[in-house]
């Protein structure tokens, strides 16, 4: 069957990693593939168990967990849609993944997915690339998080998330304040970013305030104007 056939349903191939490989590729890829549908709160893997699986992301968000030594749970990463979720050639998972909200994966088993690297060098690359630039981008939040202010890391937070619900969100007119919903509670905005529930909080009451943005509901959140935003993400 022709790999575009075999994707047609898929509302990432362009972002994901299959948008990268040939008709060959593909089909020696989606020969492993089944699709798997999480219910918000639903976890996919624990941290420490065998690693199994590896996917791609189709829709919805997840977190990553850590356990701490006193046996909190942190957050350390989200994924959304075309994120690539797993580690091959590893045997064990390194972090808890946990729906946040409904989620589609495309599922692969993680020992033939291997096998299809090694057949597929290019595969392989291309999939080795996408991993260096995912941590280059985890660098590079970890050290605007550890610069910023209050009231910038909150900014660029809602601009990153604007921008991964742009296919979501909703809005009056083309050019209009887009609204979408965060699906995150304030307290696990306050562990990603290392701030307090309420301080969140706070940060959120003065962007409404001052008309930046709108709380239309418990975790709605509308944009309306994102260059004051953007001000308030870039001040330092």
């Excluded at 990432?12 to 020969?31: I, K, P, Y």
């Excluded at 946040?100 to 057949?119: I, K, W």
């Excluded at 509670?185 to 943005?213: F, N, P, Y």
């Amino acid at each position: 069957m022709h790999a575009s056939t075999i994707c047609a349903d898929c509302g990432v191939r362009d972002q994901a990693l299959c948008g990268s490989l040939d008709d060959e590729e593909l089909t020696a890829l989606n020969r492993l593939g089944r699709r798997q549908k999480l219910a918000r709160g639903e976890t996919l893997v624990w941290a420490g168990e065998e690693a199994a699986i590896c996917a791609n992301l189709l829709s919805g968000v997840l977190k990553l967990n850590a356990a701490t030594a006193d046996g909190r749970e942190q957050i350390v990463g989200l994924l959304y849609p075309a994120d690539f979720v797993g580690r091959p050639y590893a045997k064990q998972t390194d972090f808890t993944v946990t729906a946040l909200t409904d989620a589609e994966l495309c599922v692969f088993p993680r020992g033939p997915f291997e096998q299809v690297l090694e057949d597929h060098v290019r595969m392989e690359r291309l999939l080795l690339q996408r991993t260096f630039a995912a941590l280059e981008e985890a660098r590079g939040r970890m050290l605007m998080l550890a610069r910023q202010s209050a009231e910038e890391k909150m900014a660029g937070f809602l601009l990153d998330m604007a921008a991964r619900a742009a296919g979501n969100g909703c809005r009056a007119s083309m050019n209009g304040p887009v609204t979408f919903d965060l699906p995150l509670t304030r307290g696990q905005i306050a562990d990603v970013l290392g701030l307090t529930i309420e301080t969140v909080s706070r940060q959120l009451t003065k962007l409404k305030t001052a008309g930046i943005i709108a709380l239309p509901a418990a975790r709605a959140i509308t944009i309306r104007d994102r260059d004051a935003l953007a001000a308030r993400a870039d001040a330092g």
